[in-house]
């Protein structure tokens, strides 16, 4: 396809925060739980109630902020965003308008080996609203819907990048870091699942060349990183047509329909955004103070990009390698944990890449699911390396660990998968086949090496797969000379 | 006048307000007296004065982060004109 529009894709990223209690009360911040059961007169908006903010919400955003090459706001404070849904008991969420707590950051990303810094417009910091279930099949044919507050009053921060992002795989590569990120510095779930990670994106696009951003259309409800990409490819295709046809954009908010493969306007009368924000007066301004910054960027973890890049120098893998395991944090500490016990950086990273992302994936699970404990992994390529057990028969007993959690001495033990290595062992089966065989050592004799082959394959028959092929080789040739 | 009856009425949708026509005029207009009031404040010079986002002398009020028991259920929804289910019950909503 020709390049005749240019796409620009600008993302705001909403995260939901690891505290222990909600942003301006001490309800417990959890995932699930009963309907309301985890509410309060504040979270409630009962009248007269008021908000004392959570100082580690601050310290989250903030580390996040640091982590994304942010300024902190020496003075912040909050505003009153208006509007009228059944999910925001109070009629505005609390968020910050004009001060927000970081601004003018960066990340990098790497998309397919092709890097690019994303620009990084603000992070501010605000309440989540309730939950609605709707009564009827979707929220247009209910007759009513059931409200939980739960979620209201968990604490967010919102992340907005500048218009930096050209194509539907480079939202996908800056929302994979953005996760990656946030696992590292330990400040939230990032679950796109479970909604702790959420995404919309704005996407415009314009004649290659042209300086004016063309109208954008918001786009909601993408709830993994198959269906982000999704949307954004299907919704360059729709504005694509449309421009080719002559037609305008219409500036609006689209939802993602994840089975129809589709973006679907929502219209509605709250289109025309009016949030007459206003400063929140039931909560105090922020002034940070940059001793106390300074010892939170001196506390942060260590982040995917330096640990890749320590996992290239250090331990000589790949780029490619070092890339995949280092982005995700718990992957990366699996790895490091199975390498303590087992210290060959290569082959570690080739059984984690190959054996257990295939299962992982394949499970669609998660790092912290995995049954198999990291001195088990390390047992496992012990018994490998030191020819208890073939390679084959390692994938074998892998795969049992990953189902049952057992150890490999005991699977091993149970299968009677032990591999035959013992020289005195083998030689009786050896002159065995070599009598049985006359034709094939003839031709191994007369130069045809192939042959051997043969011989081999008919003693792993005898051992039903156990004998060590290398030392079955190593013997056959002795015995033949 | 600074404000318009199209003001008002955009206000009252935002608001989820239903007006009668007499309303929407009473309101026009009342709104417009205060805001002329509000005028005289425009007249006090604040050249050398910094915005202000708080009335209060105060910053950084905290809570550390521990929880509270939360409200029994059976409390939360004591004001809920309906339930259903342990969650507030409400209309269609679009
Ligand atoms: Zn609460």
Redesign the pocket.
Known sequence: MSQKYETVIGLEIHVELKTAT?I????PNEFGGEPNT???????GLPGVMPVFNKRVLEFAVKAGLALSCEIASYSKFDRKNYYYPDLPKNYQVSQYDLPICKLGSVEINNNGEVKTIGITRIHMEEDAGKLLHGGATITSSNYSRVDLNR??VPLIEIVSEPDLRSAEEARAYMEKMKAILEYLDVSDVKMEQGSLRCDANISLRLVGAEKLGTKAEIKNMNSFRSLQRAIEYEVERQTEILDEGGRIVQETRSWDEEKGITVSMRSKEEAHDYRYLPEPDLVPIIVDPKWVNELRASLPELPDARKKRFVKELGLSEYDAGIITGSRALADYFDEVMIKYNDPKTVANWVMGELLRLINAGDMEITENKIKPDQFAALLQLQADGTISGKMAKTVFEEMFATGKGPETIVKEKGMVQISDEGALATLIEKVIAANPRSVEDYKAGKEKAIGFLVGQIMKETKGQANPGVVNKLLIEKMK | MKISKQDVEHVAVLSRLELSENEKENYTETLNSILEYMELLNRVDTSDVEPTAHVLPLINIFREDKPHE??DRKMALANAPDEEDGCFKVPRIV
């Not at chain 1, 301006?24 to 309800?27: A, D, I, L, R, S």
């Open positions: 909600k301006f009360c001490p309800c985890h509410v309060c007169p504040v979270c409630l209201t009053g | 939360p409200l």
